[in-house]
């Protein structure tokens, strides 16, 4: 499924004619548009472009042809919600959106998407409610204090109505240096070694115990931290090793800070869902929030070896 995120890729690189300068309109690098555009034409079976003999100029190809007229018309329907949303009554257009997530969410996703919603309904408030475990932010929404909750795979509840956003994927990262990207896969050699985790009840130390069950060996962290960037900052500093959402590695990855490595089981695909309680309806600012967040797309930005899917 091509998300609106997708096609405003796609239509900068029509409207600039190449992908390098799509990068730079859309202030991201060149190889995230590439594989934005590689992903879209692996979902529709087709090329897109006809590549140029110097790479740096694209034309579009017959199926091309067919995307662009279809992108130009969902981007004009989304254009038309935002308009009809923003024309709603003044009761709504003042209302307070809340949402609960936890730390990844709100720390590497939700930002970006926040600040496009506040550019679109500059007049609609909105709370960001931050909790540490599943539970406290299915409570919040189930209270009402929330309006949508953030979750993951592993703690979606059969009480609400769950819509797909996007995927991310659980890494195994390791200090920075020279050496095999290569983890031990022997029980015996994983257990030596030094993990850092949150606490428990967290989606990252959850992980963490199933991933060591199915080593069939025990692990018993020697370090347990409340964030994500304390976990990143010891893993750099050399103190030991840690499994966290490849989103939340991205630049460290980029700038050597850590290292990405191979595992038996990791990297681990997993998905975010949109959740709310399906007996009370959302209004219409909450309404557009959730299209904004299904229409947003965060593709990987690192490959490492085979995907291993959640099954």
């Not at 967290?202 to 931290?225: H, K, N, Q």
């Not at 030991?240 to 490595?261: C, F, K, M, P």
Request: aromatic fraction near 10%.
């Amino acid at each position: 499924m091509l998300s609106l995120e997708q096609l405003e890729v796609f239509r900068a690189v029509v409207k600039a004619g190449g992908f390098n300068r799509a990068a730079s309109e859309l202030f991201v690098t060149q190889p995230a548009v590439s594989r934005t555009i590689r992903q879209m034409e692996e979902a529709l079976g087709v090329k897109l472009f006809y590549r140029c003999g110097n790479r740096r100029k694209v034309s579009l190809t017959p199926a091309g042809e067919q995307v662009l007229h279809f992108a130009d018309q969902v981007i004009a329907l989304w254009g038309r919600l935002q308009h009809e949303i923003r024309s709603d009554t003044s009761e709504d257009r003042q209302s307070t959106v809340s949402i609960a997530c936890g730390p990844t969410s709100s720390r590497y996703i939700l930002p970006e998407l926040l600040r496009r919603y506040n550019s679109i309904y500059p007049s609609v408030r909105f709370s960001l409610r931050v909790w540490t475990t599943a539970p406290d932010i299915d409570a919040d929404v189930l209270s009402g204090h929330a309006d949508l909750g953030v979750q993951t795979d592993w703690f979606v509840s059969g009480e609400f109505h769950l819509v797909p956003l996007f995927r991310d994927r659980l890494v195994l990262i390791g200090p920075p240096g020279e050496g095999t990207d290569e983890f031990p896969s022997r029980p015996a050699e994983v257990g030596t070694l030094s993990f850092i985790t949150t606490p428990r009840g967290t989606p990252y130390r959850t992980f963490l115990e199933r991933w060591s069950e199915s080593l069939a060996v025990r692990l018993e962290p020697r370090m347990e931290v409340s964030s994500v960037d304390i976990l990143k900052q010891l893993v750099r500093l050399g103190v030991g090793y840690a499994i966290t959402s490849e989103i939340s590695v991205v630049q460290d990855l980029a700038e050597g800070a850590v290292r990405l490595l191979r595992a038996p089981g990791l990297p681990l695909e997993y998905n975010f869902y949109a959740a709310y309680v399906p007996q009370r309806p959302l209004s219409s600012a909450a309404s557009a929030l959730l299209a904004l967040l299904k229409g947003a797309a965060f593709p990987a930005s690192y490959d490492v070896g085979p995907k291993a899917v959640a099954g």
